[in-house]
């Protein structure tokens, strides 16, 4: 419960049953709608923008200053009585959020308190600065993705927001597409395991706590293959592929974890808008998966319904649609007394059903009592003061940092770098700035880049840097090294929602700066640093060292120092596969068997598959077995074999279990992951793995569109990347 002073509570049972705190939830929502009018329902669905509206200053459209005091003036000409739903790009302190929540309860009728809605993907406001979820994934942690959850959450809570955007479960098997950078990758299973751990991690066991929020993964779904890769545009996919992959990554954030929002995308799959498309809405999302939180749109996609899809006449038949069809709550779609009116008016004329009006105001509802803000609304001021990138919250960056180094290549040994190198020559624009990628600002946190890194690493090295503009004097400064490190990669502007690539090539003159300090002859290290996989085909065949850091937070260059000069064994695999070229794509692991990777001038193969990382040591898998269950029985799958650290440093390695079904009622991909796990072994330690594959997993969307787990036989691979060679088979009996 939320200990602070400023609590609301109800003296009696005497007082209105949505005021009694000992009532069932339920039971408080179902009373407070009977004394609803209309007008505070719709009220209810609508998200205002805070820091310009409300306070004295702002530092941008997003966040009041941290001295800017609530202007009730300014509340009073927004709101009047009638109160308000939620409340978004505020990022306040815990006394301005007081200021505006007691404000707010005071000055509506029935005392309905507001839901503070932030981002928060992968750090919250100018708190802690974590890696980017690609990162995150790459460390194939579930348990480091709960924690990382929940760190944000508690910062997040501290200052009163009760929900943040976040965790992004869309599949990334577009990369031209900015946002990959946001997404677990291109795998269904992967993003599941990742997404429920960082929800379960950010709602926990309860929500009616001091360090809980409300997750909302998004975007609901399928916004992760655009047609062209170009953000907003399509998704072609039928049912069953939208059932099989895409709806594979969401599902166990709402049904294993109990996600209470998610965000409705911008797109349209098969010519249905997902603002106005009931089947996903309603038919699986609250029917199938039993979903009881608030669907946001995402930020202008009912308005969209009317000015980009035409499949609405006017702002006000958009706006009754998306309702109709399960959104509860616009974001900034249309103007306020727009989106409001429209909604009562279509009420009044029976467009809009009671039903839809109320299962939206309900779901609103829902969060604000489940996060006890009606009995509780105000946070107590001296917990930020405690959780505010606390030891505890670094030490998490930190350690995501290191286990998602992704180390892609390693010719003769080059890493690690002796520290006893006497000249240290690093280049690049990727080289003195901490790259943290979009949804956080590059000002906020340590912001250790890669040079800090690497001089507080080897503090008696003599470390010279050029950021390549000038590739004749980066060059001069390589001539003159021992050994060079290349930072190249991207930034914010090329990476990122609404930067979208038609090549994946290195930006701008980064690959003629490569070339030329390669010529060189010095032995070259290139560190990347980007938001989704780049076509890096000379690089591969020359370069003597490749490490992939993605965008590692803000203690990412002590994370890529440490795994240089040997003092981190990179442990980091990819979520995402490496194409050599855009005419490649799409190019996911896992596609069907049908799909054939091969032109006439490419052999198809991608420059690194999915999984893919090395270590500074070597791992052999070997004596697999697999234990099928008995004919009708529901038990599991388990599959057992032997991994062995056949190098001489200590290492951790990533067993990952792959499967296909060999015939079924439809086609199925290649190979599926289907597990994984993480194995620390000291030099020429062996131990056995086993893993555990539900029957579920093996269901299809068969050719009746029923899900079925169908009988017969069953590849599995097991090794450390997509193209895992130990295999067997088992008979799934009827």
């Known amino acids: 419960m939320l200990a602070y002073s400023g609590a609301v509570r109800a003296s009696s049972d005497s007082a209105p049953l949505y005021k009694q705190p000992n009532a069932p939830s339920e039971a408080r929502i179902r009373d407070l709608m009977h004394r609803m009018t209309p007008e505070e329902k719709v009220r209810q669905l609508d998200l205002y923008a805070g820091a310009p509206a409300l306070m004295s200053s702002y530092t941008d459209d997003t966040h009041a200053a941290k001295d800017a005091v609530f202007l009730p003036e300014k509340a009073e000409a927004l709101w009047g009585n009638l109160g308000v739903g939620g409340i978004h790009d505020l990022n306040p302190t815990p006394e301005q959020s007081n200021a505006i929540q007691r404000w707010v309860i005071a000055h509506n009728r029935l005392g309905i308190p507001a839901l ?19 990162n995150l994934a790459a460390t194939f942690d579930p348990e480091l993705a709960r924690q990382t959850g929940s760190a944000i ?14 965790p992004v479960l ?14 677990f990758g291109e795998d269904p299973y992967l993003t599941g395991q990742m997404g429920f751990a960082y929800v379960r991690g950010v709602q926990g066991a309860s929500l009616n706590t001091d360090h809980t929020v409300v997750a909302e993964p998004k975007h609901f779904a399928g916004h992760g293959s655009p047609e062209g890769g170009t953000n907003t545009s399509p998704v072609h996919i039928g049912e069953r592929e939208l059932r099989s992959v895409m709806l594979k990554s969401f599902e166990p954030a709402f049904r294993e974890g109990h996600a209470m929002a998610t965000m409705a995308a911008y797109h349209e799959i098969d010519g249905i808008p997902i603002t106005a498309d009931p089947f996903l809405l309603k038919t699986v999302l609250r029917g199938e998966w039993g979903f009881q939180g608030m669907v946001l749109s995402d930020l202008g996609a009912i308005q969209r319904l009317y000015k980009v899809h035409h499949v609405a006449a006017t702002p006000k038949d958009a706006v009754c649609l998306a309702v109709r069809s399960g959104v509860d709550m616009q974001f900034y779609d249309f103007e306020h007394d727009v989106f409001q009116n429209a909604l009562l008016d279509c009420l009044k004329e029976g467009t809009l059903p009671e039903a839809d009006l109320d299962r939206a105001v309900s779901a609103v509802l829902r969060l604000k009592f489940s996060l006890d803000l009606f009995d509780h609304p105000f946070v107590d001021p001296s917990l930020d003061k405690r959780v505010y990138r606390s030891q505890a919250h670094l030490d998490v960056s930190l350690r995501s940092a290191r286990e998602s180094m992704t180390l892609l290549k390693n010719e003769n040994h080059l890493l690690p770098l002796s520290k006893s190198v006497r000249r240290i020559a690093v280049i690049g624009p990727n080289a003195n700035v901490a790259r943290y990628g979009d949804y956080e600002k590059e000002s906020n946190g340590e912001r250790i880049s890669l040079l800090q890194g690497i001089k507080s690493a080897v503090p008696q090295a003599m470390v010279d840097f050029d950021e390549g503009t000038d590739i004749g004097a980066a060059v001069a400064k390589a001539e003159a090294s021992d050994v060079v490190i290349l930072g190249l990669g991207e930034k914010q502007g090329i990476s990122g929602e609404g930067f979208d690539r038609s090549e994946l090539g290195l930006p701008g003159n980064q690959e003629q700066l490569l070339e030329a300090v390669v010529k060189t002859g010095k032995p070259v290290v290139l560190v990347l640093e980007n938001g989704r996989p780049l076509t890096i085909g000379w690089a591969k065949d020359h370069v003597g060292a490749i490490l992939e850091a993605w965008y590692p937070g803000e203690f990412g260059g002590r994370a890529i120092a440490e795994t240089l000069f040997g003092d981190n064994n990179p442990s980091g695999r990819l979520t995402i596969t490496f194409p050599r070229s855009v005419g490649q794509l799409p190019d996911f692991y896992n596609s069907d068997p049908s799909r054939v990777h091969k032109y006439v001038d490419d052999d198809g193969k991608p420059l690194f598959p999915f999984g893919f990382g090395l270590s500074y040591t070597s791992f052999n898998y070997g004596d697999i077995a697999v234990e099928a269950p008995a004919a009708g029985s529901k038990a599991d799958i388990v599959v057992s074999f032997e991994v062995t650290n056949t190098g001489e440093r200590e290492g951790t390695e990533v067993p990952q279990l792959y499967m296909r079904q060999e ?5 199925t991909p290649e190979r599926s992951l289907a597990g994984f796990t993480k194995v620390d072994l000291k030099p020429h330690e062996s131990k056995r793995v086993t893993m555990h594959l539900r029957q579920s997993q093996l269901a299809v969307w068969n050719a009746e569109n029923r899900w079925a ?4 036989y069953y590849t599995v691979w097991v090794g450390g990347s997509s193209e895992a060679a130990l295999t067997t088979r088992f008979l799934l009996k009827p």
């Open 116 to 134: 503070f809605i932030e981002e928060g993907l992968h750090g919250f406001d100018t708190g802690t600065v974590f890696p980017a979820p690609l």
């Open 170 to 183: 869309d599949l990334a098997r577009e990369p031209r597409w900015g946002r990959v950078e946001e997404d």
């Open 153 to 166: 959450a508690a910062e997040a809570r501290a200052t009163g927001v009760g929900m943040i955007l976040a």
């Open 709 to 712: 787990v169908e009988p017969g």
């Open 663 to 667: 015939v079924g009622s439809v086609e």
